[in-house]
């Protein structure tokens, strides 16, 4: 193969079949600056939900593992106090679930203003 090209090159042949396989040349960007904002839009949006899930499901199980500790705990101070503390680690857990989301609404609403104000 390699000689019938070289051959062919030598020979002044047309080369244009060696060029066809190739993909055409790209002489620019074929989207827009908007609809490659609007990918990468969706794409964090995506994230931030499935973050959003993670943080909750993890928030619900540390609220049941302190409830369990506090019904365990059959009147032991030190037990009960754990169990306070826990139940207090996952609310303050939901709080910043919760905060995280109204921050990146609110992002959101000031990087998407750009130029019509709303």
């Given at each position: 193969?390699?000689v019938?090209?070289?051959?062919d090159?030598?020979?002044?042949a ?17 989207e ?10 969706a794409?964090v ?28 705990a ?24 919760i ?20």
């Open positions: 193969m390699w019938a090209l070289f051959g090159l030598v020979a002044g047309d080369a244009a079949w060696v060029w066809a396989e190739q993909d055409p040349p790209v002489e620019g960007p074929d827009s600056a908007e609809e490659s904002t609007t990918r990468i839009r794409v949006n995506r994230v931030r939900l499935v973050l959003i899930a993670i943080a909750s499901a993890l928030g619900t199980l540390f609220l049941t593992i302190a409830g369990v500790r506090w019904l365990v059959n009147g032991e101070p030190g037990a009960v106090d754990g169990a306070k503390r826990a139940l207090t680690g996952a609310s303050l857990g939901y709080g910043i679930a905060l995280a989301t109204v921050l990146m609404e609110i992002l959101d609403w000031i990087i998407s203003a750009g130029g019509d104000g709303t």
